[in-house]
């Protein structure tokens, strides 16, 4: 299994940026997926999470903000950020694990397999 991210870069405030995860050797419609973030410093953090039958978990602190989706021709899920602020400043990843269920989406000690990572830089 390989989760590739993208779509990182250097925005401003307010803008608008989607992230990708293209994963392959598997299928993203058989896997739970989860989005997370660490900034400079802190802890990795939970994002947002979708299992296989697209039960959808949020951080309390971005709902609103975010949506996360899956294109199963694709094998790609995607994060929608809106209103971005340069707290959201981060290193972004995506993790999948098979059979993750609503509840576990948003431990990352659940996901067996993480992308390497695409940085969000927002500046004020």
């Known amino acids: 299994v390989q989760l590739q991210a993208s779509g990182g870069g250097l925005v401003q405030a307010g803008d608008s940026l989607t992230l990708s995860c293209v994963a392959s050797?598997?299928?993203?419609?058989?896997?739970?997926l989860g989005w997370f973030r660490q900034a400079p410093g802190k802890d990795r953090e939970f994002v947002v999470g979708m299992t296989w039958s697209r039960s959808t978990r949020y951080a309390d602190s971005l709902k609103g903000r975010i949506a996360m989706t899956r294109d199963n021709a694709e094998n790609t899920v995607y994060l929608q950020m809106n209103s971005l602020k340069p707290d959201d400043t981060a290193v972004y990843y995506c993790?999948?694990?098979?059979?993750?269920?609503?509840?576990?989406?948003?431990?990352?000690?659940?996901?067996?397999?993480w992308g390497q990572g695409t940085l969000v830089t927002v500046s004020s």
């Open positions: 050797g598997m299928s993203v419609s058989r896997y739970g």
């Open positions: 993790a999948a694990q098979a059979g993750i269920v609503s509840s576990s989406l948003s431990n990352s000690r659940a996901y067996e397999h």
